[in-house]
């Protein structure tokens, strides 16, 4: 999450930057042993006894049949392989396929395309979801101001005034990144294959805005304010007959923070954010949300910029104009160069822009410089750089990933949680394709000049990695759902997907007995290591 460019000047709280901070040299501490590294050089306190590796839950998996623990609702869903096939393919072809019945004999038939893909939409009570946003005062991300002005247009925000041409003049808006779950919500609402009747659903969508929940209570209330939502809502959600079927397994939710938010591993006062992750109930489900955490029941999916097209054209016009760009600007920075920051890469990184000179743009997102959160101001510097520098925020992920993207700017990542251990469902596997990488664990790993490094990559290299950074635009948008796009797949159509095929693993499972526990909640804190990420120079 980047604090500076998401809220910029707007951030009232210190305490937000130490808290997260501290948090995440724990982690690093924790998970990476990077000795180096001390909590007293930074004024932070750092948790030394809480083993990482050892609170990553792993459950037991017993060999009984676990067919029977379940009954037999989830077995009259229909065999989905065939209709999840179909919606892999093409999202505009009808699938006229062959389905076979349970004697195996063939019959050609227009199979209802909504077969395996039926979500059921839990009418969750208004105190998780409505009225959090009829209280919109009471919302403060991060931000001197409210959450209000950003809850219009379905959760995108403002339309943009003045595109001042750097926008197409409709399709963009000033969407604040924490409101995914408003926006993957309304999104949902139009989904094409919505049933009410869960008995046919593949997957229950539970609406409850966890992180705009939370958001109120992160700085400054003790754990039982800050757990007594997430308490409050698995109860009501173990009670609905919809969770008997699968023990909750077929559930999901979406948020607009990162999962470490509602991962509190103790419940010591001084630790951060909420335990609703680890509530057995909890981990039973998937969630979806801007950042993924260790564990396999977490799902990263991309934060909402500001591009909400509503036809297919705007997205192909869009991908033209970066297409035919002319880039001055060999790399580029959007971000805060905070003094606390000097001992990160980042102090480096903003040093190294200013010493390239002319070929680096530097945005500088700090308290009253730039407005970051306007997506003119951001688009007008990346649209003109060959390649956008992405180091880890507070947080491994930045919402810049999916700026840089939309700009056709070929993102530049130094760690692999910023985007290849996460985005899974969005982004191609073989990151060498659409992105540079330059592994670098802590400040002293720089050591080379980025603009020698950079300059050296090859031309046609370059040619094809933009191109592939700018097919990727449409997978990383949230279309408009107030009309559908026609055949392109948006990051909601991709996550939905992605979200279906997981369940369907895990009902496969059950159908051939095996316990749906295994692997569903594990951590794999190997996500985050280097090790499987060679250098992608
Ligand atoms: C809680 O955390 C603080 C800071 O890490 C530590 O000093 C304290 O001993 C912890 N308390 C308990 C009960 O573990
Ligand atoms: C499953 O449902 C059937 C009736 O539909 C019932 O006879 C059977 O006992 C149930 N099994 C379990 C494990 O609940
Ligand atoms: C999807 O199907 C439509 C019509 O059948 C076709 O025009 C289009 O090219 C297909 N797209 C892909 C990506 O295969
Ligand atoms: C966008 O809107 C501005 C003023 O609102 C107008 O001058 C401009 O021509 C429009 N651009 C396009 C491409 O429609
Ligand atoms: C579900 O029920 C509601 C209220 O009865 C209705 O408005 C809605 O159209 C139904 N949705 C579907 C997909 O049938
Ligand atoms: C937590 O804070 C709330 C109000 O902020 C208070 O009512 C409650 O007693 C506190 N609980 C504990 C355990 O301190
Ligand atoms: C979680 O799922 C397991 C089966 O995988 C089930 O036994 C357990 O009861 C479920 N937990 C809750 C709280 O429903
Ligand atoms: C490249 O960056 C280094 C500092 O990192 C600077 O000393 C050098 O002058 C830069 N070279 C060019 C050609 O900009
Ligand atoms: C990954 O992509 C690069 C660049 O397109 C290509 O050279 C390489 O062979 C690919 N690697 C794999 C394993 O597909
Ligand atoms: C679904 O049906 C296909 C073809 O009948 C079969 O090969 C496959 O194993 C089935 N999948 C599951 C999960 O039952």
Redesign the pocket.
């Known amino acids: 999450m980047e604090r500076s460019v998401v809220t910029g000047k707007l951030c009232n709280s210190q305490l937000w930057s130490v808290v997260l901070i501290s948090f995440v040299l724990c982690f690093v501490l924790l998970c990476f042993d990077y000795s180096a590294l001390n909590g007293e050089d930074t004024g932070v306190t750092v948790l030394e006894n809480n083993n990482f590796a050892n609170s990553v839950s792993t459950q037991d998996s017993k060999s009984h049949d676990f067919s029977?623990?379940?009954?037999?609702s989830i077995f009259l869903l229909p065999n989905n392989s065939i209709s999840i096939v179909g919606f892999v393919g093409n999202k505009t072809d009808k699938p006229m396929i062959k389905s076979s019945t349970k004697e195996g004999e063939e019959v050609k038939s227009d199979v209802d395309s909504c077969l395996g893909r039926y979500i059921f939409v839990h009418d969750v009570p208004s105190q998780f979801n409505e009225d959090l946003l009829r209280n919109c005062e009471l919302l403060t991300p991060g931000s001197d101001k409210n959450m209000c002005p950003y809850l219009v247009n379905l959760g995108f925000g403002p339309q943009i005034e003045n595109p001042q041409d750097v926008l197409l003049n409709n399709s963009w808006f000033l969407t604040n990144q924490f409101l995914l779950e408003v926006i993957f919500h309304n999104r949902i609402k139009n989904y094409k294959c919505l049933t009410n009747d869960s008995s046919l659903a593949s997957a229950i969508f539970v609406p409850f805005y966890a992180g705009l929940d939370l958001g109120r209570y992160l700085w400054g209330f003790n754990i039982s304010v800050r757990d007594s939502s997430a308490f409050g809502f698995v109860k009501w959600l173990t009670e609905k007959p919809e969770w008997k079927r699968m023990g909750g397994r077929d559930h999901f939710l979406v948020a607009g923070r990162i999962s470490w938010d509602f991962r509190r591993q103790t419940d010591n006062e001084s630790d951060w954010g909420s335990k609703l992750r680890f509530l057995p109930e909890s981990r039973n489900m998937s969630m979806l949300s801007v950042e993924a955490s260790a564990w396999n029941n977490d799902f990263a999916i991309p934060y909402p910029t500001c591009f909400h097209p509503s036809k297919d054209s705007e997205v192909f016009q869009w991908q033209d104009r970066m297409r035919w760009q002319t880039r001055p600007y060999l790399f580029s920075f959007a971000g805060a160069p905070r003094p606390e920051y000097q001992n990160s890469i980042r102090g480096n990184l903003i040093d190294q822009c200013l010493a390239s000179k002319n070929r680096c743009r530097l945005l500088d997102c700090n308290y009253g410089a730039t407005n970051c959160n306007n997506p003119v101001n951001v688009m007008k510097v990346f649209r003109r750089s060959v390649f956008c520098l992405q180091p880890a925020g507070d947080s491994y992920t930045r919402r810049s990933v999916f700026d840089s993207i939309l700009a056709g700017c070929i993102p530049v990542f130094f760690h692999p949680g910023t985007a290849y251990a996460q985005y899974k469902w969005h982004l191609p596997k073989n990151y060498t394709k659409y992105s540079v990488y330059i592994p670098v664990k802590d400040v002293s790993d720089l050591t080379m000049n980025i603009n020698e490094t950079l300059l050296q990559i090859p031309e046609s290299r370059v040619l094809a990695l933009r191109e592939e950074v700018i097919k990727l635009i449409p997978s990383i948008v949230y279309a408009n759902p107030r009309s559908t796009l026609g055949t392109l797949e948006d990051a909601f159509d991709l996550a939905v997907k992605g979200i279906l095929e997981r369940i369907e693993k895990v009902r496969s499972m059950i159908r051939v007995g095996k316990d749906p526990s295994i692997g569903f909640a594990d951590g794999d804190d190997y996500k985050y290591t280097f090790s499987p990420y060679g250098s992608g120079i």
Do not use: R
């Not at 029977?68 to 037999?72: A, P």
């Open positions: 029977s623990l379940f009954n037999d």
